[in-house]
T-cell receptor
Framework: AQKITQTQPGMFVQEKEAVTLDCTYD???????LFWYKQPSSGEMIFLIY??????QNATEGRYSLNFQKARKSANLVISASQLGDSAMYFC??????????FGKGTRLHILP | NAGVTQTPKFRVLKTGQSMTLLCAQD?????MYWYRQDPGMGLRLIHY???????AKGEVPDGYNVSRLKKQNFLLGLESAAPSQTSVYFC????????????FGDGTRLSIL
């Protein structure tokens, strides 16, 4: 069965520090895609970064990078130099070959000034 | 350029009543999804569609029905609403390519009394 697990319900991080949000996944597909989204308190879903299962390089987008370890089935999001505006819910999601897209339970990140 | 529009934005129902949530998109996307978001549970997939005239069950389909008669519209129906269906409902679309992120509507806040 397909599953996304985010084991950190909440995290507190000091401003300007780097933070890693964990995501592990389970799928029997060889081809799949992994996404991270940010949901601020206003409620909209903001796409951050994508990693394909066949991508050899870890994805990066500005301050966001993805630590992709395929053998361990993990796709952790790394935010460098955190900012107060990074306080939000963060969701890991997976798209499988049948185009079903499922999400983890999310991590609420609090950036402290 | 509306993107993904959900109607209504808010609704209060009594137990046993029925209603339909509408998701309309102008992005010409093949794939459409309905999720529910509850505190501590992340986004859970209710039903999805990979094209006009098709629907498929997600993780939590019970108590809901869907229809995709036109490519641009995806309807979510509650035939007999229950308090357990109180939630925020999100519609999302996705393009054909697996690396394309989803586009989300603003959500519908539904309360069942």
């Amino acid at each position: 069965a397909q599953k996304i697990t985010q084991t950190q319900p909440g995290m507190f991080v000091q401003e300007k520090e780097a933070v890693t949000l964990d995501c592990t996944y389970d799928t029997s597909d060889q081809s799949y895609g992994l996404f991270w989204y940010k949901q601020p308190s206003s409620g909209e879903m903001i796409f951050l970064i994508y990693q394909g299962s066949y991508d050899e390089q870890n994805a990066t987008e500005g301050r966001y990078s993805l630590n992709f370890q395929k053998a361990r089935k993990s796709a952790n999001l790394v935010i460098s130099a955190s900012q107060l505006g990074d306080s939000a819910m963060y969701f890991c999601a997976m798209r499988n070959r049948d185009d079903k897209i499922i999400f983890g339970k999310g991590t609420r990140l609090h950036i402290l000034p | 350029n509306a993107g993904v529009t959900q109607t209504p934005k808010f609704r209060v129902l009594k137990t046993g009543q029925s209603m339909t949530l509408l998701c309309a998109q102008d992005m010409n996307h093949e794939y459409m999804y309905w999720y529910r978001q509850d505190p501590g549970m992340g986004l859970r997939l209710i039903h999805y569609s990979v094209g006009e005239g098709t629907t498929a069950k997600g993780e939590v389909p019970d108590g809901y029905n869907v229809s995709r008669l036109k490519k641009q519209n995806f309807l979510l129906g509650l035939e007999s609403a229950a308090p357990s269906q109180t939630s925020v409902y999100f519609c999302a679309t996705a393009g054909t390519y697996s690396n394309q992120p989803q586009h989300f509507g603003d959500g519908t806040r539904l309360s069942i009394l």
